[in-house]
Nanobody, 135 residues
Framework: QAQLAESGGGSVQAGNSLALSCTAS????????IGWFRQAPGKEREGVAC????????????HYTDSAKGRFSVSRDDRKRTVHLQMNSLEPEDTAVYYC????????????????????????WGQGTQVTVSS
């Protein structure tokens, strides 16, 4: 059974950092792109970052939405079946439940991470981890 599990959430003060992890089981992470999403209370879920699978001409490409650019960094370690989201200079507006999701990228091709990616179907979702940033 394919599963994703987020960890690393918590409560921090504004300006501090958090590192989230997304660990995959039950499927081969190598062939999947991973997206990070978040949902704040009363708001719709939004994309944050995406990292493609390591195949094809643009292997492992990353994409960030405007809210994350310059502050967040996504990386992956397929041997450890884990994708990381490093979040720096956190702001109260970053408070949300953060989710990771996986989508098939291919054996020899990679998934094209872009703003449009976040609106497309994703194959697997994690349960989410809470991030709270206080001012």
């Amino acid at each position: 059974q394919a599963q994703l599990a987020e960890s690393g959430g918590g409560s921090v003060q504004a300006g501090n950092s958090l590192a989230l992890s997304c660990t995959a089981s039950g499927f081969t992470l190598d062939y999947y792109a991973i997206g990070w999403f978040r949902q704040a209370p009363g708001k719709e879920r939004e994309g944050v970052a995406c990292i493609s699978n390591n195949a094809g001409n643009n292997a492992g490409n990353t994409h960030y939405t405007d809210s994350a650019k310059g502050r967040f960094s996504v990386s992956r370690d397929d041997r450890k079946r884990t994708v990381h989201l490093q979040m720096n200079s956190l702001e109260p507006e970053d408070t949300a439940v953060y989710y990771c999701a996986a989508v098939w990228g291919g054996l020899y091709t990679n998934y094209d991470c872009s703003d449009h990616s976040f609106g497309r179907p994703w194959d697997y979702w994690g349960q989410g981890t809470q991030v709270t940033v206080s001012s």
